[in-house]
């Protein structure tokens, strides 16, 4: 957090010693001090740049399922015979920190066939409605490898 | 030329809204509707707001396009948990699922006496014996 505060100050600070203020010089600040961060990862004891990286690999990652899922709900709406077979399914959860859980949650929703529902009170269960539930164990293990472990990577 | 493509954006947005819309009428139960609503809707409105980005960057309209990604946060932010409210409430109502679904680890889960949910962890377990 510290370092990425740096980042901040030296993006500013570029841009209004160099040249113009404007969000171009701003951004190119942002990549200067990002790059300085990351060569000065080892002396200042920082996962920042590594977890900036994470952090910006899941967002990608989201919109393309984003974009993925709003097209197969499209295909189902479309398609003239409802052939999905719905159901809730208990994904067990591996961390039991808030802030990821919440992530993972939003994420759910939001990508293929899966829509979040509620989370037991010990935080163990997340339980998730799915479009296509035929196969729970197989929707489970892609849920664990896919988006719990890249946000394990990034905030953990 | 930025016409055309802010263009794309607009109607293929109101063409996912469409969609959803259309969702809600044709899916067989609460749950699959929200399906349609948060995920086709959301894309919907986020091309839609991508087009007032593409037209305030062409026109250096700074303040436009941060407002433009700021609704874009909020409604990526939002519609989960809108999504989260409606399908629990549906659930701890009795709202029932479609009869072709296949299974259903929530059931009797919910402890309203205690205002518990249960997971699979031990100190629970007891009250999930109870309760089937």
């Known amino acids: 957090m510290k370092a990425f505060a740096l980042n901040i100050v030296v993006a500013l600070v570029w841009a209004s010693t160099i040249g113009p203020f404007t969000p171009g010089n701003v951004l190119a600040g942002f990549l200067i001090g990002y ?70 949650a939003n994420l759910i929703t939001l990508t293929p066939g899966t829509l979040s529902m509620d989370v037991s009170t010990d935080k163990s269960v997340l339980y998730v409605h799915a479009m296509r539930a035929d ?16 946000i394990k990577e990034a905030l953990d | 030329m930025i016409d055309l493509i802010a263009g794309i954006f607009v109607l293929s947005g109101a ?24 995920k086709a809707g959301t894309l919907g409105v986020g091309l839609a707001l991508m087009a007032v980005v593409v037209f305030g960057a062409v026109s250096g309209d700074l303040g436009t396009v941060l407002r433009a990604l700021a609704a874009l946060l909020f409604v ?11 399908a629990r409430a549906a659930y701890a109502t009795g709202v029932e699922m479609w009869h072709k679904s296949e299974v259903d680890d929530l059931r009797g889960k919910y402890d309203f006496s205690r205002d518990v949910l249960i997971g699979d962890g031990g100190a629970t377990d007891e009250a999930s014996e109870d309760r089937s």
């Open chain 2, 15 to 38: 063409t996912f809204c469409l969609i959803a819309a259309i969702g809600m009428v044709r899916f067989p139960d609460l749950y699959v509707r929200m399906h349609a609503a948060t």
């Open chain 1, 35 to 104: 790059f300085v961060l990351w060569l000065l990862r080892k002396q200042l004891k920082t996962r920042y740049t590594s977890r900036a990286f994470q952090m910006l690999k899941l967002i990608l990652l989201f919109l393309y399922e984003l974009w993925l899922s709003a097209f197969r709900v499209a295909i189902d709406v479309l398609s003239p015979r409802m052939t999905f077979r719905p159901g809730i399914v208990g994904l067990p959860l591996a961390s039991d920190d808030d802030v990821q859980i919440t992530v993972l």
């Open chain 1, 135 to 150: 196969d729970p164990e197989g929707l489970k293990q892609s849920i664990k490898s896919g988006f719990e472990a890249q």
């Open chain 2, 76 to 86: 990526l932010l939002t519609a989960p948990i809108g999504a989260h409210l409606l």
